[in-house]
């Protein structure tokens, strides 16, 4: 038995160093994300808040209706719905910029290689087809609580 323990620990110890070494990942919800100049983090997602980075992202920065100010370096891509990017000198991104319905805002010095903006009018179809579906269910409501309609009945001749 003793050996057995032994031999388990030998074997698995190489892959515990490995996951105490890892990079955490970063989720907020309503609450921003603030990443200092000497941190490090493998990826970030915010939802309905900002992200601050000014230390260093191995992976991507992915944040809904918020914005991005960025004064480190991304791995990764940095996507952004419903918000803007904000790049000052020092900002660094090795993958993608997407940002739907946005600004980007972009040092010259800053360094991104591909950058795509999708103007807000692209919400414009999905706003549309939410309010058919909320007017049909308005219309549908009304009728099943005023009931069939009762006509009076016709003249005896």
């Known amino acids: 038995m003793l050996r057995c323990f032994v031999v388990c620990t030998l074997l698995l110890a190489p892959s515990l160093t490995g996951i105490a070494q890892s990079l955490p990942n970063i989720l907020h919800v309503g609450r921003n994300i ?23 992202a191995i992976g991507s920065v992915r944040v809904f209706a918020g914005n991005v100010f960025l004064n480190g370096s991304v791995g990764g891509n940095v ?6 990017v ?3 000198s020092n900002a660094k991104i090795d993958g993608r910029v997407v940002v739907f319905g946005g600004h980007l805002h972009q040092d010259p010095a800053a360094v991104s290689h591909n950058q795509t903006l ?3 009018i692209i919400f414009l179809p999905m706003i549309l087809f939410i309010c058919a579906i909320i ?4 219309v549908l ?6 009931g069939p309609v009762a006509f009076p009945p016709l003249p005896r001749l």
Do not use: K, W, Y
């Not at 941190?39 to 000014?54: K, P, T, W, Y």
């Not at 996507?79 to 803007?84: R, S």
């Open 141 to 146: 409501t009304r009728r099943m609580v005023r």
């Open 86 to 88: 904000t790049l000052t």
């Open 135 to 138: 007017g049909s269910l308005i």
């Open 34 to 56: 603030l990443i200092a100049p000497d941190q490090e983090f493998h990826n970030a997602g915010c939802i309905l808040c900002s992200a601050d980075v000014e230390g260093r």
């Open 79 to 84: 996507l952004v719905f419903g918000g803007n």
């Open 118 to 120: 999708l103007p807000p």
